[in-house]
């Protein structure tokens, strides 16, 4: 069963950094690009980063030079750093494949506030 398990979250002032982990189970990691997706209240979800099994990443223009996604192939787990946090990042975090498989976790609360 393809399952994903989300952690790292928090609660944040801006300008500060986070560093978010999903273990994956179920699925040929390795092989698979994985991303991490996020949804704010009232909110469609958006993907934020994608990692190919090789380490090529790309990420949303609101993210770029910020975040950072990463992947232990040998954990089957995929990060994500992210740097000078700001109000409008605040959102559930998830991790799941790309394209997405129907199976979602239950996310972790990233909370930028002062």
């Known amino acids: 069963q393809v399952q994903f398990e989300e952690s790292g979250g928090g609660l944040v002032q801006p300008g500060g950094s986070l560093r978010l982990s999903c273990a994956a189970s179920g699925i040929l990691f390795r092989l698979s690009v994985m991303g991490w997706y996020r949804q704010a209240p009232g909110q469609q979800r958006e993907l934020v980063a994608e990692?190919?099994?090789?380490?090529?990443?790309d990420y949303a223009d609101s993210v770029k030079g910020r975040f950072a996604i990463s992947r232990d192939n040998a954990e089957k787990t995929v990060f994500l750093q992210m740097n000078s946090l700001k109000f409008e990042d605040t959102a559930v975090y998830y991790c799941n494949l790309r394209p997405a498989h129907d199976n979602w976790g239950q996310g972790t609360q990233v909370t930028v506030s002062s």
């Open positions: 990692i190919t099994g090789g380490g090529i990443t």
